[in-house]
């Protein structure tokens, strides 16, 4: 058990470029999550995969997000012109599928400066 | 959303016990009430998770009141390691989603 991996670990980009981050989860976990935290406040659900479906997309995920999670393996999050609003970071989570409530484990995030 | 609500922050002596409250008044019956932790600049940890029953583990225990409106994460001997953010959450599986609904959570400070 590795752990989930998260890359970048920073990204500073220009306000309008486009950014694209990686989670990898623990092997065999086929429920992923993607979190958005910015300071002061608890992380927010924005996605969840079940495999390499993608059954819930949250409000916060606007029509410039995209996520995808090809094979149920690895996991990206893409965010098309960058604004200064999607400054945070960005929290994958997996966990076991089969039984309810079966922990979450949390990658270190990616952290997203826009300039 | 599901919300709970926890003090915003706490302060404890080093090697004390502390006790760290969580209100649930909405939760129902079949949702489970689960704490994670964040240390600075890492993701959430999880910590415990229960449903009706008190439980144990390495890291804590959980005291979950009769009404199941409100609980208790207890450390039994705090150490500095243990200073972070601590949420309390109640969890609704909807076709295996499980998405978490972080608050705020409670700070917790850990005086050497």
């Known amino acids: 058990d590795t752990g989930v991996s998260q890359d970048p670990r920073h990204k500073i980009t220009k306000r309008g470029q486009n950014v694209t981050f990686r989670c990898d989860p623990i092997?065999?976990?086929?429920?992923l999550y993607w979190y958005r935290q910015t300071l002061g406040q608890g992380p927010e659900f924005l996605t969840y995969?079940?495999?390499?479906?993608?059954?819930?997309k949250s409000r916060l995920l606007s029509d410039r997000f995209s996520a995808e999670r090809p094979k149920g393996s690895f996991s990206t999050l893409e965010i098309q012109r960058t604004e200064q609003g999607d400054s945070a970071m960005y929290l994958c989570?997996?966990?076991?599928?089969?039984?309810?409530?079966?922990?979450?484990?949390f990658g270190d995030g990616t952290r997203l400066s826009i300039l | 959303d599901a919300k709970t609500t926890q003090p915003n922050s706490m302060e404890s002596n080093e090697e004390e016990p502390v006790h760290l409250p969580c209100n649930h008044s909405?939760?129902?019956?079949?949702?489970?009430i689960h704490w994670y932790r964040q240390l600075p600049s890492q993701g959430p940890e999880y910590v415990i998770h229960?449903?009706?029953s008190n439980v144990n583990n390495r890291m804590a225990s959980l005291a979950i009141a009769e009404d199941r409106k409100s609980s208790t994460l207890i450390l039994h001997r705090a150490t500095l390691r243990d200073a972070a953010v601590y949420y309390c959450?109640?969890?609704?599986?909807?076709?295996?989603?499980?998405?978490?609904?972080f608050g705020t959570g409670t700070r917790l400070t850990i005086i050497p």
């Open positions: 989570a997996s966990s076991e599928g089969g039984y309810s409530n079966q922990p979450q484990h």
């Open positions: 092997s065999e976990h086929n429920r």
């Open positions: 995969f079940q495999n390499e479906a993608q059954l819930e």
């Open positions: 909405t939760i129902s019956g079949t949702d489970y």
């Open positions: 229960g449903l009706t």
């Open positions: 959450i109640y969890c609704r599986s909807n076709f295996g989603n499980e998405k978490l609904t």
